[in-house]
């Protein structure tokens, strides 16, 4: 069982009247009931009462407006000292995207290990996941009456703020406790990670009541990575390839346990993926490196099939990172024919099973949320559904992910281990010191190792600071003030940063700002491309004397003073030069802020990438384009915005080819530069263009790069905001497209009135627009619009006239044809003329093969399976299903590739065939929850409700059925609202 409870989706916040947290509380039941602690109720400022309302806040909801509710105190013990109590929800629902825990008694629990995840705050985090160990039981405490003994807990992350968390037996899958007091051991070393939690066999005491489950739950099965049967093989003989991996450090000093532990991990077959976690700077990249070096001259450990190191830092995009997955796992296969990064990953996932891969993600944050409600989440679904797979461990290939955030994208899978990098010991830090030759007393070593915390970095600058400028001599520390206890640490690095600073010459510190302004490792060969230009720019800003003499030998010996500083990095495998994060962080704001400067130095660096790109092939790579990409990022950094434009729609583009959309389904990469348009990225603002097709452009690719990447509850805002200026302009054609395109994302999200104002108002632009294409376009997703809300008279009056109007722009066509053609059949469908639809969706399929459109032959497909479903002829049904979800998985478009899932899981659950069923349908649900795909979401539910029923759990067939119909009343979804009811109906004939 890899799989387990996922803690975030039943844990919520308890606030106080001022809307603090003050502690943690979980979800128990399907109607709203919460379990938490008696002293966190009284924290929130009420007595522990029966009727006491106190604030409670739900981070993972889907709805902004269902994050916030109120519960009343329905449930505490009068003459028990139990630190427990059951709130009830303010509404019997629960939000969006939350789930219930599924407890169990903690007998049998001792020696387990558990799981949790709570309101505990460190710095700028709050809202982290815990681990450790269930001891076991401990006697009550003589001045407390309790119900059951306190279970106790070994753990280092349980402190204030924890409490009323979740305790879940990952090897049983139960939440068997909560967490209700931390062990203060003071100063002592003794007990120091001791806490202790209340036995949840206790919430089934009167007036209590809760239920248990006597086994833990059935994981859900997680998707289908390989759904075609296929096995790709992957090219024998690989051994490595390093991205951008710190070259081994030559003053590496301990950290020997950990490196044992990382080797366990390696062997161990219930482990898949490590997580090595902590603050920037405390060596997590060096420490993998080590171990990397150290596990493949160990003749005793197995050895990987291949190696294959990502820095996210130097390239922080996930289509980049699958492509060269798949060209490090097999070079034969050409990545431009996986015109999606969806089927990039089942390849790559399915060519796991071939040997014993070794895949090591640095700077993982990079692609991590790092705040708010989804601190930690991956902002990739792709990347997300990747790692999920992986973890699902139906392979012996490792991943290692260093990262500062928390994977909590992982936290519900046993395979997945979170080990946490912290600062070095005493000992450690001292030898650190003395291998960079800081000389000293055993005493005035580790005074410094201690006054610094044991920062790796912070200790690293401080002995090559003191080695270059006075010798080593541990005295002349004095020179730079001891850290405040509650200094942050990358403050730290700051303030050492700024010491040697003034240490710098004015040219030494002119080309740490031009380092720093390259996001990319920066090739030994460009220092001779970029550096003769660099004198000239840089005379503008600094004295000439320092300027003058500066050709490249003398450029070669300062850029090797730097390295022996330790703020520049020298790979001399590689042949490039890097830079810490954290110290690339500090020269590149020296840099920006001069404005004059940084227009010049970014301006030059995007005329080095426009050389080396060279000419663009006809049918590019993404390893092809990114010198165009990187010119694209200088130039708006440079503020030379129409430049960029023009280079991004002639060259990344190639017009309308949309090459990096439609040809190699980059949409994450797209949404990502196309942000560089905006003020520091933010999309509030104006894109920063000149021309107004232009900012209408960006808008649009921004909404649309939102929708295939999955969040297409964000994309209406950009659409509107397109539209308006096309308005503005009398643009009737383009402000005609923009309302369909806002139309059609109405529907997705369900707001179904809102889809039909849109479709209205799309049209009255289209009357005024020469191009009847439009018209035609807007009368067919009126009638989709209506349709869905069961106003299926004026369905059908709409629908006639774009099929009217089709015929008049194109006499060869009878039907409606493609999307257009799909709407129109869908709706014969439901309104029973099976004929009618046959007819016009096998010529509408002729069409697209004729035209190419994939996303629509995907999409006839999944209609004619429809309609052999309905007719029985089930393998006639089941080929046109296969076919259509074989084509959704190829390209990127989500809603495709949802309906393709939808369709085939439902038919298979009607059918009974409930293991089908579930892994399209749970798939379907995964892509249509965190997309926010509700009309999606709604008939999934239905379907699922089908399935259920099929398996006799009359429960689950019952709440996903309301679940449905709840959401279709919301969304004034007529037809939801019958498929959910017909669910409901065929439940009352089972009773």
């Not at 939000?95 to 995840?117: L, N, Y």
């Not at 797209?670 to 509030?684: A, W």
């Amino acid at each position: 069982m890899s799989q387990i409870q996922n803690l975030r989706n039943f844990t919520v916040q308890i606030r106080d009247v001022n809307n603090v947290i003050v502690g943690t509380g979980f979800v128990v039941s399907p109607t709203g009931k919460i379990v938490t602690c008696c002293h966190v109720v009284r924290d929130a400022g009420g007595q522990v009462a029966e009727g006491v309302e106190i604030n409670v806040y739900f981070p993972k909801a889907i709805k902004p407006e269902q994050k916030a509710h109120t519960a009343k105190v329905t449930a505490c013990f009068l003459d028990h000292d139990d630190d427990v109590v059951v709130l009830q929800l303010d509404t019997t629902t629960l939000p969006d995207g939350i789930e219930p825990a599924i407890m169990g008694m903690a007998e049998g629990s001792a020696g387990h290990k558990f799981r949790s995840f709570g309101y505990r705050r460190l710095q700028n985090y709050q809202g982290l996941p815990a681990h450790g160990e269930i001891v076991d039981f401990a006697e009550s405490p003589e001045t407390l009456i309790l119900h059951s003994d306190p279970v106790m807990l070994n753990s280092q992350h349980i402190d204030s703020g924890m409490s009323g968390s979740a305790v879940l037996d990952i090897e049983r899958n139960l939440v068997v406790g909560v967490i209700a007091e931390t062990w203060d051991s003071g100063e002592s070393e003794k007990d120091r990670d001791t806490s202790f939690a209340v036995d949840c066999r206790v919430l089934t005491f009167d007036p209590m009541c809760l239920p248990l489950a006597d086994a833990p739950p059935t994981p859900q099965p997680t998707i289908n990575s390989n759904p075609t049967g296929e096995q790709p093989v992957s090219q024998p003989g690989i051994i490595s390839n390093l991205n951008n991996a710190p070259a081994p450090l030559e003053e590496w000093v301990g950290r020997v346990d950990f490196l044992k532990t990382l080797n366990q991990d390696w062997v161990d077959s219930n482990c898949s993926i490590v997580g090595l976690i902590g603050f920037g700077g405390e060596g997590k990249s060096s420490l993998t490196r080590r171990w990397l070096e150290d596990l493949l001259h160990d003749s005793s450990l197995p050895q990987p099939t291949g190696v294959f190191w990502w820095g996210f830092y130097e390239k922080a995009s996930a289509d980049e990172f699958f492509e060269a997955a798949l060209r490090f796992l097999n070079n034969k296969i050409d990545p431009r024919i996986l015109t999606s990064t969806t089927i990039k990953v089942q390849v790559i996932l399915a060519m796991l099973n071939s040997g014993r891969y070794l895949f090591i993600l640095d700077g993982l944050e990079v692609l991590q949320q790092q705040e708010g409600d989804n601190y930690g989440e991956l902002t990739s679904v792709d990347l997300r559904e990747f790692l999920r797979e992986f973890a699902a461990g139906r392979h012996e290939s490792f991943c290692l992910i260093n990262s500062r955030a928390p994977l909590v994208d992982l936290i519900d899978f046993t395979t997945y281990t979170h080990r946490d990098v912290d600062r070095l010991t005493v000992y450690e830090g001292r030898e650190l010191l003395k291998k960079f030759g800081v000389k000293g007393t055993h005493d005035q070593l580790n005074r410094v190792v201690q006054q610094w915390d044991g920062y790796a970095l912070v200790l690293s600058l401080l002995g090559s600071y003191l080695v270059d400028n006075y010798g080593g001599k541990i005295e002349h520390i004095v020179g730079i003030p001891a850290p405040t206890a509650d200094e942050p640490r990358y403050e730290r690095v700051r303030r050492v940063l700024r010491r040697y600073d003034e240490n710098l010459t004015l040219a030494e510190k002119e080309l740490m700002k031009w380092f720093s302004a390259f996001r990319l490792p920066v090739p030994e060969s460009a220092l001779q491309q970029i550096f003769p230009q660099f004198g000239a720019s840089l005379s503008t800003f600094t004295p000439s004397e320092h300027i003058s003499s500066l050709n490249s030998d003398s450029l070669l010996t300062m850029v090797q003073r730097l390295v022996n500083y330790r703020i520049l990095r020298h790979n001399q495998q590689e042949y490039y030069y890097t830079i810490h994060p954290l110290i690339r962080a500090h020269y590149l704001a020296i840099l920006h802020n001069d404005r004059e400067e940084a227009v010049v130095v970014h301006q030059q660096i995007a005329d080095y990438y426009l050389e080396t790109a060279g000419e663009t092939p006809e049918n590019p790579t993404l390893d092809d384009l990114a010198p165009l990409i990187e010119a694209v990022h200088h130039l708006c950094q440079g503020q030379n915005y129409d430049e960029a434009i023009s280079l991004f729609w002639k060259r990344i583009y190639q017009d309308d080819h949309s090459i990096i959309t439609h040809k190699l389904g980059a949409y994450e990469t797209n949404l990502t530069l196309i942000q560089e348009f905006f003020p520091k990225g933010d999309t509030s603002q104006e894109p920063q263009v000149s021309n107004y097709n232009h900012k209408r452009f960006i808008l649009n690719a921004v909404g649309l790069s939102l929708m295939y990447v999955g969040r297409i509850e964000k994309a209406p805002t950009f659409y509107e905001r397109a539209n308006a200026i096309a308005l503005n302009r009398q643009d009737w054609e383009n402000a005609s497209a923009g309302y369909q395109n806002l139309a059609e994302q109405h529907i997705y999200l369900g707001n179904l009135s809102a889809s039909t104002d849109a479709a209205k108002e799309a049209l009255n632009l289209a009357h005024r627009s020469p191009n009847k294409r439009h018209e035609c376009n807007s009368l067919a997703l009126k009638g989709w619009a209506v349709n869905l809300q069961g106003d299926n008279k004026t369905a059908d009056k709409a629908f006639l006239q774009a099929e009217a109007l089709e015929q008049k722009i194109d006499s060869s066509e009878l039907y409606l044809y493609g999307l257009r053609g799909i709407w129109h059949a869908d709706y014969l469908l439901r309104v029973g003329s099976r004929n009618d639809a046959r007819q016009m969706t096998e010529a509408n399929l002729e069409s697209c093969q004729r035209n190419n459109w994939v996303n629509s032959i995907s999409r006839c497909h999944r209609v004619l399976g429809d309609l052999d479903a309905d007719t029985g002829q089930n393998e006639n049904a089941r080929e046109h299903y296969n076919e259509a979800l074989k084509i959704a998985r190829s390209i990127s478009h989500r809603p495709v590739l949802i309906e393709a899932l939808l369709a085939r899981g439902r038919w298979a659950a009607r059918r009974g065939e409930v293991a089908a069923a579930r892994g399209d349908l749970e798939e379907a649900l995964n892509y249509a929850c965190t997309g926010g795909y509700r009309i999606y979401e709604a008939d999934i539910r239905v379907a699922l409700g089908w399935m259920h029923l099929a398996n006799h759990n009359y429960s689950a067939a019952t709440a996903e059925a309301k679940k449905a119909r709840l959401m279709s009343d919301e969304m004034g979804y007529y037809w939801g609202r019958v498929d959910a009811d017909e669910v409901l109906q065929a439940l009352k004939q089972n009773f």
